[in-house]
């Protein structure tokens, strides 16, 4: 079954260290993963989408096959960074408009 | 400026009562979801619809139904609520074309007694 797991509840970082959010998969082929992000007491909304290639508020995410990840990076974390991340992938077949999300991993940077 | 919007941020209720919670969207999407939000164990699918009267059961469907008999609006439905369905209960939309993008409403935190 298609899974998405993120093995970290929490990341810790001082403010200036790099981050890189863990996210791995277990889809075939190349599925189109999503990172969302959720600050404190706001609503969860989409960080980035893997097959824009962009970068967002400094964060990226590549995929990488070989090792079915898909972590999501920024090289100077900011105070502001602080919240609760979630990795998503399709659920099932792609045009479902279903997605799988990871268990989340809380990131907390500390000045 | 997509909108999605939940009837309650915060319900308090007892075992047993039948709860209701509503969603409303003001984009026109096509696919509407109910997440349960639960600490260590992520977003987990309660329900999807993805058109007017139709849906599909997600990971944890067991003591919910849902009904969806407008386009906009997406109703939860806890028949006879438990102490294990304490939790927070998020809402999202989705366009057809675009759907690994979903808008997320607020949440209800959802106490049961």
């Given at each position: 079954a298609q899974r998405v797991t993120q093995p970290e509840k929490l990341l810790s970082v001082f403010k200036g260290a790099p981050v890189e959010l863990k996210c791995n998969y277990s889809y075939s082929g190349s599925p189109e993963l999503f990172w969302y992000v959720q600050y404190s007491r706001q609503r969860l909304q989409l960080l980035l989408r893997h097959i824009?290639?962009?970068?967002?508020?400094?964060f990226t995410a590549d995929l990488n096959k070989g090792e079915t990840s898909f972590h999501l990076k920024k090289p100077f974390a900011q105070e502001e960074d602080s919240a609760m991340y979630y990795c998503a992938g399709p659920w099932g077949?792609?045009?479902t408009g279903k997605l799988i999300f990871g268990q989340g991993t809380t990131l907390q940077v500390k000045p | 400026?997509?909108?999605v919007t939940q009837s309650s941020r915060y319900l308090v209720k007892r075992t047993g009562e039948k709860v209701f919670l509503e969603?409303?969207?003001?984009?026109?999407?096509?696919?509407?979801?109910?997440?349960?939000?639960?600490p260590g164990l992520g977003l987990r699918l309660i329900y999807f619809s993805y058109d007017v009267k139709m849906k599909e059961k997600g990971d944890i469907p067991e003591g919910y139904s849902v009904s969806r008999e407008k386009k906009e609006r997406f109703s939860l439905i806890l028949e006879s609520a438990s102490t294990n369905q304490t939790s927070m209960y998020?809402?999202?939309s989705s366009l057809r074309t675009r759907s690994g993008e979903q808008f997320f409403g607020p949440g209800t935190r959802l106490t049961v007694l």
């Open positions: 824009s290639r962009e970068s967002i508020k400094g077949s792609s045009n | 400026d997509v909108k969603c409303v969207q003001d984009m026109d999407h096509e696919n509407m979801f109910w997440y349960r939000q639960d998020l809402c999202a």
